[in-house]
């Protein structure tokens, strides 16, 4: 399969953002499968109170995380993924747009707050990678609002 066949499907808009959501709408669908399978990933963004001063603590051992939050966690997840795909591929219009900036604001503020606030998720790579996402997401929608919504 050539390369111009998969571009094919890839949002047709100028400029990366849309195809940038498009990525983030994709792996957000891939964690929410993974988070019904499996609680691996959501232990590892949720690792729970630091590990034990003999370092034996794993996040299975720490984590608050259970079958129950893992799914929880996972619908919102696809949610989002759904939104922002919805986004990537209808970027200039207005509602859409606003949609996907408020999936990163809520993630924003749901990981952060996880992290600095109630204590369920600490540095590392499980939190690192939402949040700059989501961070860097938030600004790049921002910033190019105008753009995209003439």
Not at 2 to 18: D, F, K, N, V, W
Not at 46 to 66: E, I, M, N, Q, V
Not at 106 to 132: C, M, N, Q
């Given at each position: 399969?050539?390369?111009?066949?998969?571009?094919?499907?890839?949002?047709?808009?100028?400029?990366?953002l849309?195809?940038?959501?498009?990525?983030?709408?994709?792996?957000?669908?891939?964690?929410?499968?993974?988070?019904?399978?499996?609680?691996?990933?959501?232990?590892?963004?949720?690792?729970?109170?630091?590990?034990?001063?003999?370092?034996?603590?794993?996040?299975?051992?720490?984590?608050?995380?259970?079958?129950?939050?893992?799914?929880?966690?996972?619908?919102?997840?696809?949610?989002?993924?759904v939104?922002?795909?919805?986004?990537?591929?209808d970027?200039?219009?207005?509602?859409?747009?606003?949609?996907?900036?408020?999936?990163?604001?809520?993630?924003?503020?749901?990981?952060?707050?996880?992290?600095?606030?109630?204590?369920?998720?600490?540095?590392?790579?499980?939190?690192?990678?939402?949040?700059?996402?989501?961070?860097?997401?938030?600004?790049?929608?921002?910033?190019?609002?105008?753009?995209?919504?003439?």
């Amino acid at each position: 399969m050539s390369l111009s066949i998969l571009t094919q499907y890839l949002p047709q808009h100028p400029g990366l953002l849309p195809q940038w959501l498009a990525l983030t709408a994709f792996i957000a669908i891939g964690n929410a499968v993974q988070a019904y399978v499996t609680l691996s990933y959501t232990r590892r963004v949720y690792l729970g109170p630091k590990a034990a001063k003999d370092g034996r603590s794993t996040p299975d051992a720490t984590s608050p995380a259970t079958p129950l939050s893992s799914r929880t966690w996972g619908t919102w997840t696809l949610l989002q993924g759904v939104v922002r795909g919805y986004a990537a591929y209808d970027i200039s219009n207005p509602v859409m747009y606003q949609l996907a900036v408020i999936t990163y604001i809520i993630a924003g503020w749901h990981f952060l707050s996880e992290w600095f606030i109630f204590k369920t998720a600490r540095l590392g790579e499980g939190i690192l990678a939402p949040v700059l996402v989501a961070v860097t997401s938030l600004i790049w929608m921002l910033c190019q609002w105008n753009y995209y919504l003439q």
